[in-house]
């Protein structure tokens, strides 16, 4: 599997590369209309587009036909793919705290709550998304699935206010703000889990011959 995950790096490099820029510049630029953590919450969502680009792009090129002559199990295709997104979202994560960090040096007011809130939140929509849109990207054909991995992200903000609404009917959110939305975190980690064994069924039924 660390061969396949090193062929998708070395794929989406450039992509990857002009992420990580935008990301930094775009932070520097929301400092002086917004809260710059708010970065926080688009970073891991744009980053883990590389992902799809690389699913879709497998499929284009009829590289399924040929991995499954490999000695790698469908499984660990699949999970080679979910760990990818996992890291492309942690790298946007950390890609968008240093346009935080070097504006809190220079005095800007960035706490690490705010930072913590906007990062929770960021990874939930983005773990949710992931796990409503790489099922679909090995159930559909390449069409229908970047219209589902755009529809996706829509989806998970809808969910997460679905969540932050019943977690209010428990305790207050407003008071505890905080622990709610890392409620939310955990319910998207879960999802992420469970979409990963969704999309190893799928993917060990279909015929890819």
């Known amino acids: 599997m660390k061969g396949v995950l090193v062929k998708d790096l070395y794929i989406a490099r450039s992509n990857i590369l002009v992420t990580i820029v935008s990301l930094v510049v775009l932070g520097f630029g929301l400092s002086f209309l917004l809260e710059t953590s708010a970065l926080l919450v688009l970073a891991p969502v744009a980053a883990t587009t590389a992902a799809f680009i690389s699913i879709t792009s497998d499929a284009a090129s009829k590289w399924n036909k040929n991995v499954i002559t490999m000695p790698v199990s469908r499984e660990q295709i699949i999970g080679e793919k979910f760990l990818f997104y996992i890291l492309?979202?942690?790298?946007?994560?950390?890609?968008?705290?240093?346009?935080?960090?070097?504006?809190?040096?220079?005095?800007?007011?960035?706490?690490?709550?705010?930072?913590?809130?906007?990062?929770?939140?960021?990874?939930?929509?983005?773990?949710?998304?992931?796990?409503?849109?790489?099922?679909?990207?090995?159930?559909?054909?390449?069409?229908k699935s970047q219209i589902v991995f755009m529809m996706s992200f829509m989806a998970s903000t809808g969910i997460i206010t679905g969540l932050v609404l019943l977690i209010n009917f428990i305790f207050p959110v407003k008071e505890h703000i905080l622990f709610s939305f890392h409620i939310v975190l955990v319910i998207a980690v879960i999802w992420f889990v469970i979409s990963y064994k969704i999309a190893v069924k799928v993917y060990r039924k279909r015929d890819i011959t």
């Open 88 to 143: 492309l979202a942690v790298l946007g994560m950390f890609t968008a705290l240093v346009p935080c960090v070097v504006i809190a040096c220079l005095g800007a007011d960035v706490t690490l709550f705010s930072l913590c809130l906007y990062g929770s939140i960021g990874m939930s929509a983005t773990l949710l998304a992931g796990g409503i849109s790489l099922p679909c990207a090995y159930l559909f054909d390449p069409e």
